[in-house]
């Protein structure tokens, strides 16, 4: 009974390359959102997407920032251009819709 | 907006006494569901506890339990029996019934539980 897995667990780029984050959702979950936790703060929400389908953005920053859930495969993150303001842990969630959402253990990327 | 506010950022306990994180929101809404989630140092985000907002009892899970005051709008956590364990972030959420769309997640900032030995 696999939870949401994500990976890598760490992730370190210099100034200027790409980060690629990818998240794997609970079997039967369509829903899945995207959270950056800043050191010694809570979890902010990113993005929410179903299936081939960016629903809500309105938390990601316009540039340099996308993500994706294609009809096969994982959910993927996409940073370009990093900066050392990108340091942060990237949560990925999944749900079935009302109720909890369930966690991966996240994605540790370090910008130097 | 829905905010979460958790007023305290760190509280300490004995191991084995009770302790109470609190939370307050603020929501139009009047379904909704609000949540406990625990991250260890591990940084795995657990979930600890729900509360359906319709639901007047307050839940319970073994040696954690809610205070759901809704009028109030608030929503604390009472651990009994501390263990060593419990040590944690302890994140307050809060999500309306609609579901799904932009219907996620809204996190306090957070209370840093520390146990004392």
């Not at chain 2, 359906?52 to 839940?59: D, G, H, T």
Request: contains cysteine; proline residues 5%.
């Amino acid at each position: 009974n696999a939870g949401v897995m994500q990976n890598p667990r760490h992730l370190v780029r210099r100034r200027g390359q790409e980060a690629r984050l990818r998240c794997s959702p609970m079997k039967g979950h369509s829903h899945v959102y995207w959270y950056r936790q800043l050191p010694e703060e809570g979890l902010k929400f990113m993005v929410y997407l179903q299936k081939e389908n960016i629903i809500d953005e309105s938390g990601m920053p316009k540039e340099r920032f996308s993500a994706e859930f294609p009809k096969e495969g994982p959910s993927i993150l996409r940073i370009q251009q990093v900066v050392r303001g990108d340091s942060a842990a990237y949560f990925c969630a999944s749900s079935q819709g009302p109720g909890e959402l369930f966690f991966g253990e996240g994605s540790r990327l370090t910008v130097l | 907006a829905q905010t979460v506010t958790q007023s305290q950022p760190e509280m300490s306990v004995q191991e084995a006494e009770t302790v109470t994180l609190s939370c307050t929101y603020d929501t139009s809404e009047s379904d909704y569901y609000l949540f406990w989630y625990k991250q260890p140092p591990s940084r795995q985000m657990i979930l600890v506890i729900r509360q359906e907002a319709y639901k007047q009892q307050n839940a319970t899970e073994n040696r954690f339990s809610v205070n759901f005051q809704k009028a109030a709008k608030s929503f604390s956590l009472k651990i009994s029996d501390s263990q060593l364990g419990d040590a944690a972030m302890y994140f307050c959420a809060y999500r309306p019934y609609s579901g799904g769309g932009a219907d996620g997640l809204t996190f306090g900032k957070g209370t840093h539980l520390i146990i004392q030995p």
